[in-house]
């Protein structure tokens, strides 16, 4: 009897485990994250938070710790704090408070490295560092705007060109105009809304080209005080009647990586650059990752790389670059709808095509259509009034897949399609989360299924 006892707490215990990541709020300034310790593994095993969030281990059976000090492959970044917890009937939580961004990797010292979780923390809540639609006048300069012209001689100064690009489910996509990196000309970079030295960066942008040369870089990640440590590039170059990509990070020292897959003059794509930030003085990674058509909502294999260079550490990274290469060697190429964020569940946060009709009477969540879907379905609600607004996707474990919706929103009814790609086939849950500023919520959850 004590037995059964035992396994039905268990089995409730992890109920409630699970139901806490479920629905856990975006929306509250800071969030208390749950993961159950059973059966040999954390529950989820990967988890996402901001400074100033804490995150809580509950025992549901077994004997484990909770480990990240640095042994058995466990890490942390610099200026956080250690922990080493016992997680078992005596000791059945323990919570840790994040101070500092980065990834965590830590463990159960009983069970790794088979039981093990990671834990990416962002610098505050930002869903995106940048974001430019070159949304202003066509042939105004992109110094008119929060840009900073470097090199170049002043020549041929980047500019708002119309008109702007589109991409199927980008947010970003059909706003504004675009600009052209010309062959030669003066470059310009643009601050972050904060730099950040640790964890990853993911630039996204659409890119339409127009002619190739030999090969030079065109977008990089730059620290926020240079304008010459470029800390990942992405390259371009004729490849027959087609051109090609490219990847280095910021050195002459640096070969180019390029890919193996030709592109077409005129036709739009999406492009992320991945920087990443590794222990050691030449250990950083670079990525590059495009898409024809599509946005997967998991991060997928890299399309070249990661690679790793000679150039040394770049310190933070803080600002995005546009450069207009040499005459000899540089393409021409359009770029538009720039996103700078920490994860890749945030280059898709935001709405895209909404439909916002008369203001209606009371709050609602609509079942998705199709559902079953395969590989995209779209999720329509309402808002009588205007508030902050989370729509997000969880596997069946509790996990954030996909981010739809964080911002503040205006009342009226909404749609925002959810892309499945990426993801294998089971049943999913989204969830509506609002908040107004008096503090009254409104949750709402349902289920779908994508079947392939």
């Not at 037995?3 to 509250?28: D, E, G, H, P």
């Not at 675009?178 to 000309?185: E, K, L, M, R």
Request: proline residues 5%; contains cysteine.
């Amino acid at each position: 009897m004590k037995l059964i006892n035992r396994i039905r707490k268990s089995y409730l215990t992890f109920a409630i485990l699970f139901v806490s990541v479920l629905f856990l709020s975006t929306t509250a300034k800071s969030n208390i994250i749950n993961i159950g310790v059973s059966s040999n593994s954390f529950t989820p095993n990967n988890v996402s938070a901001n400074v100033g969030d804490t995150i809580k281990w509950n025992w549901v059976d077994g004997f484990h710790t909770t480990t990240c000090d640095g042994t058995l492959g466990t890490s942390f970044p610099p200026g956080a704090s250690s922990w080493n917890s016992p997680i078992d009937n005596s000791s059945p939580s323990y919570t840790y408070a994040i101070a500092v961004s980065g990834i965590y990797n830590y463990v159960c010292t009983f069970h790794a490295p088979g039981m093990a979780g990671t834990i990416t923390v962002g610098s505050g809540g930002l869903n995106s560092y940048l974001d430019e639609n070159f949304d202003y006048p066509t042939g105004d300069t992109l110094g008119d705007h929060g840009w900073n012209s470097f090199s170049g001689s002043g020549i041929n100064a980047l500019a708002a060109t119309n008109p702007g690009l589109e991409y199927t489910g980008y947010p970003l996509s059909a706003i504004g105009n675009a600009t052209t990196v010309n062959i030669s000309g003066q470059d310009a970079y643009k601050n972050f809304a904060q730099s950040d030295s640790s964890g990853s960066f993911y630039a996204t942008f659409m890119l339409n080209g127009i002619s190739a040369q030999t090969g030079d870089y065109f977008l990089a990640f730059l620290p926020n005080n240079s304008t010459t440590f470029y800390s990942g590039r992405v390259q371009a170059r004729v490849s027959g009647t087609n051109f090609n990509l490219g990847i280095s990070k910021g050195a002459s020292t640096d070969v180019t990586v390029w890919g193996t897959e030709n592109y077409t003059f005129g036709t739009t794509y999406l492009v992320v650059l991945k920087f990443t930030f590794v222990a050691g003085t030449t250990n950083d990674e670079v990525s590059l990752y495009v898409f024809s058509s599509g946005i997967p909502a998991a991060e997928p294999t890299a399309t070249i790389g990661p690679s790793t260079f000679p150039s040394g550490d770049p310190g933070n990274i803080g600002r995005i670059a546009l450069r207009q290469g040499t005459a000899a060697s540089a393409p021409s190429l359009r770029v538009d709808g720039i996103r700078v964020t920490k994860s890749w569940t945030n280059i898709v946060t935001g709405i895209g095509n909404n439909t916002v009709s008369s203001v209606p009477e009371s709050f609602s969540l609509a079942q998705n259509y199709p559902n079953p879907f395969n590989p995209t379905t779209t999720i329509k609600f309402s808002l009588p009034e205007k508030g902050f607004v989370n729509l997000a996707v969880y596997n069946s474990l509790g996990k954030e897949v996909s981010n739809l919706v964080n911002e503040n929103m205006e009342a009226g009814t909404f749609s925002s399609q959810f892309d499945g790609t990426g993801l294998s086939s089971g049943v999913y849950f989204y969830k509506l989360s609002y908040t107004n500023q008096n503090g009254n919520n409104f949750i709402d959850t349902k289920r779908l299924l994508l079947v392939k």
